[in-house]
């Protein structure tokens, strides 16, 4: 008799963890689906833009996309950039061996 009502309590339990669940799940699937209608109806308001505004705000912005091209022309290449340091970085290289050999005093012995 116990093992019965020790299963009929387990049963029962589990009926109401699953009714919980349920719940649980309902409720997010609601939310959910205000959230979609709501972002939906925003959608459709957003929409009632005339072309002639549209067509303006692709106007403005393709001008802007002009003037960031054109001010981006004079940036060098970073393969430039890179050419440009390898070939400093020689001359500073170069010269500073060049000031130390002219610096150092050297005595030339030659012997027979």
Known sequence: MKALLEAVENWIDERILVSSKVLVFETKFKEMSDRIAELEGKENEDNSESLDELTERVDTLESEMYEVEKT??????????????????ETKVMDAVKEELDATEFKVTIER
């Open 72 to 89: 981006t022309e004079d940036i060098p290449d970073t393969y430039s950039i890179e050419v440009m340091i390898d070939d400093a970085l």
